[in-house]
């Protein structure tokens, strides 16, 4: 009896503790009609471990330390720094990132999983009527920014895309892709797809979220053309499947509240207000270069607010700021 009682401790062992699929509660379409991303071939920047940029980075303000702030910083205790400077904490790599520690690099996905690690939160927002917006959050632990007349601009630590797909009683009607500031919303019938999943294409470096592969020139906000001077690459790289290694959570707009689906879940990260990733260094530091001091060229930029700041309660499929939301039905760059 008790050398079956160690075996299943051995064998519970054996399975990383990190892995997280779907626990019961989460509705099935949540699952069956997820993304599959098809990550860049080439790129160096994988998904990476959420809870492990707390132990690879240090809460900063205004480029100094946050003394009283809790230590280890844990995804059950990330929204203490919401006290202590919120939107302008900037969770600062300890090593210097241009010596490039590994961390940056994430997790190639092997058979289509992220192993060890988990970079994707899910959030269902269920409107009432039938009508759920799924959330599917992607975290990597680098943003390459890309190369702009052989000038390096919009690096930064920490980055984090999505997808959300809509559903009206269980039935997906519409995916959006983030993409930089904004991104762009199709017709779920108009999406290629894996079985009935929608298929993602992750930007090299940038990681912005295109539902076609090849080229996209994002140089005219909102307007993506198949070349130009500003371009995102996509391709057939290797398949990641984001819900076999992630956390799953509901989001209560009326009270602004997450809620988990399972006890052994962390949840309190998800009010963290800051930034989970070094403030833009300043001119005067070393590592910081622009273009011809043209404002917004900068190589390194800040890092990026997380899920909570990604507008969980849209009215329209894309997030509302100002622009008009363009439901194609005709696939595009
Ligand atoms: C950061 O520094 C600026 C300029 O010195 C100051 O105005 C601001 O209040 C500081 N912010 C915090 C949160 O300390
Ligand atoms: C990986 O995902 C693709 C696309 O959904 C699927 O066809 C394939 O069977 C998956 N491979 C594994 C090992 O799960
Ligand atoms: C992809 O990103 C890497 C840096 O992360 C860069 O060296 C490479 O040139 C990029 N590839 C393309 C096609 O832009
Ligand atoms: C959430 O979105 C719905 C639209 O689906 C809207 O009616 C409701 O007022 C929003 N709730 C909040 C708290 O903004």
């Known amino acids: 009896m008790l050398f079956i009682i160690?075996?299943?401790?051995?064998?519970?062992?054996?399975?990383?503790?990190?892995?997280?699929?779907?626990?019961?509660?989460?509705?099935?379409?949540?699952?069956?009609?997820?993304?599959?991303?098809?990550?860049?071939?080439?790129?160096?920047?994988?998904?990476?471990?959420?809870?492990?940029?707390?132990?690879?980075?240090?809460?900063?303000?205004?480029?100094?330390?946050?003394?009283?702030?809790?230590?280890?910083?844990?995804?059950?205790?990330?929204?203490?720094?919401?006290?202590?400077?919120?939107?302008?904490?900037?969770?600062?790599?300890?090593?210097?990132?241009?010596?490039?520690?590994?961390?940056?690099?994430g997790v190639g996905p092997t058979d289509n999983e992220t192993e060890g690690v988990v970079s994707t939160a899910v959030i269902v927002n269920d409107h009432g009527s039938g009508l759920v917006d799924v959330f599917?959050?992607?975290?990597?632990?680098?943003?390459?920014?890309?190369?702009?007349?052989?000038?390096?601009?919009g690096d930064h630590v920490g980055d984090w895309e999505h997808n959300m797909v809509r559903f009206q009683d269980g039935t997906p009607t519409a995916v959006w892709y983030s993409q930089h500031s904004n991104g762009e919303a199709f017709t779920y019938e108009t999406v290629q797809k894996?079985?009935?999943r929608p298929i993602v294409f992750s930007a090299n470096g940038s990681h912005a979220n295109y539902a076609i592969s090849g080229t996209h020139d994002h140089t005219i906000p909102d307007v993506n053309l198949p070349e130009g001077p500003i371009e995102d690459y996509t391709d057939e790289g290797p398949i990641w499947d984001p819900t076999?290694?992630?956390?799953?959570?509901?989001?209560?707009?009326?009270?602004?509240?997450?809620?988990?689906?399972?006890?052994?879940?962390?949840?309190n990260w998800l009010y963290f207000t800051g930034h989970w990733g070094d403030d833009e260094y300043p001119e005067n530091d070393p590592r910081q270069s622009d273009i011809f001091g043209i404002d917004g060229t900068q190589k390194y930029t800040g890092g990026p607010t997380g899920p909570e700041d990604k507008q969980l309660n849209r009215t329209d499929v894309c997030p509302d700021n100002g622009d008009a939301c363009i439901l194609r039905v005709v696939l595009g760059p």
Do not use: C, H
């Open 6 to 105: 160690l075996l299943f401790a051995a064998a519970a062992k054996a399975v990383p503790l990190t892995k997280r699929q779907a626990p019961s509660g989460v509705p099935s379409y949540v699952t069956e009609y997820a993304p599959i991303v098809y990550l860049y071939s080439a790129d160096p920047y994988r998904p990476s471990d959420i809870g492990a940029q707390l132990s690879n980075t240090q809460p900063q303000v205004n480029t100094t330390l946050i003394s009283d702030a809790p230590s280890p910083l844990t995804l059950d205790n990330l929204n203490s720094l919401n006290a202590l400077g919120g939107p302008d904490v900037y969770l600062t790599s300890i090593v210097d990132i241009t010596t490039n520690p590994s961390y940056l690099y």
């Open 136 to 153: 599917y959050m992607y975290f990597y632990a680098f943003n390459y920014g890309g190369d702009y007349f052989s000038f390096i601009v």
């Open 194 to 196: 894996s079985g009935v």
């Open 244 to 267: 076999l290694s992630a956390y799953y959570y509901t989001y209560d707009a009326d009270t602004s509240t997450f809620a988990a689906y399972d006890d052994s879940t962390p949840v």
